[in-house]
Each structure stands twice: as C-alpha cells, then as structure tokens.
Nanobody, 120 residues
Framework: QVQLVESGGGLVQAGGSLRLSCAAS????????MAWFRQAPGKEREFAAL????????HYTDSVKGRFTISRDNAKNTVYLQMNSLKPEDTAVYYC?????????????WGQGTQVTVSS
C-alpha cells in the first residue's frame, strides 16, 4: 500500500500557473503509475493526467492538453502537476492517485486532495 500527500494548491488568477506536488510513502513508488484527478463543485471526480512508472508515457484528458504537464521523480517519491494558463473551469479539488496499472479506469490509492481555485 502507498500513502499520498498532496500540496501546492491555492488561489490563482485566470492565466496563472500552479505546481502541485504529491509525496508518496513506501519503497515501491516506482512500481506505481501515478495520476491526477479532479473534482469540481457539484460534479463527479474526473481524470486529468497520468504517467507510467518510469515517466516514459503520459496521458491527458483533452481539456488540459497543452496546459498541464505531469512528471515524476522516482528518487524523491514525488509526482508533480504543472498547471499553466489556468482557467476558472479548472477550479476543483485535485487528487493524487497511485495505481498498479497505467489506466485512468484502473484501481487507485488516493490522497486527501488539495484545493485549486482559479478566479476570473
């Protein structure tokens, strides 16, 4: 099992940037594909970005392509989400997730979430 702690959320104006971090416990971090999901107020949680175990493959939902970048540092047991050109519709709680399969529809361990608010 892996435990995940997100950080880096906050309030930013539209067009701005934020970088989320997710620190994972345990010695098996590199065994996991890592992902970011988000849940906006009144909506279901949705997939945002995923990276495979060695960073060689990434996958994004269409609405964040070209604006968000997921990356990982296996030496630091950390995954990142760089978010640029933020829009008000990016406002959500962002969750870090770890899965044994690099598939947005797979089973994941979850962090507690970090709030991102984009003002217009």
């Amino acid at each position: 099992q892996v435990q995940l702690v997100e950080s880096g959320g906050g309030l930013v104006q539209a067009g701005g940037s934020l970088r989320l971090s997710c620190a994972a416990s345990g010695r098996t971090f590199r065994s996991y594909a890592m992902a970011w999901f988000r849940q906006a107020p009144g909506k279901e949680r949705e997939f945002a970005a995923l990276i495979n175990w060695n960073g060689g493959r990434t996958h994004y939902t269409d609405s964040v392509k070209g604006r968000f970048t997921i990356s990982r540092d296996n030496a630091k047991n950390t995954v990142y989400l760089q978010m640029n050109s933020l829009k008000p519709e990016d406002t959500a709680v962002y969750y870090c997730a770890a899965g044994l399969v690099a598939d947005p529809k797979g089973n994941f361990y979850w962090g507690q979430g970090t709030q991102v608010t984009v003002s217009s």
